[in-house]
């Protein structure tokens, strides 16, 4: 089992194991693996294995708060 903090990143990997991906997302194995499966996170086959590019862990993150942005509304009270 791999113990190094997480925040210990190897910044010369260019891809990622799903677990790798995980924990940089500090998310499970599972979830991971059906952010994948719906296209949301990005991965590659090399040869019979699955791995996540380096940048497609950044990108799915920007994606998600694009798309989660909070919306504001501003009303004003009107005298009666």
């Given at each position: 089992m791999d113990t190094a903090p997480v925040d210990a990143f190897d910044n010369t990997l260019v891809l990622l194991t799903v677990e790798e991906a995980a924990r940089?997302?500090?998310i499970g194995r599972t979830v991971c693996y059906r952010l994948i499966s719906?296209?949301?996170l990005e991965?590659?086959?090399v040869g019979h294995?699955?791995?996540v590019p380096v940048d497609a862990v950044?990108?799915?993150v920007t994606r998600r708060r694009t798309r989660q942005q909070p919306?504001?509304?501003i009303t004003t009270a009107t005298a009666a």
């Open positions: 940089r997302l500090r719906s296209g949301e991965s590659i086959t294995l699955r791995r950044p990108e799915f919306t504001t509304t």
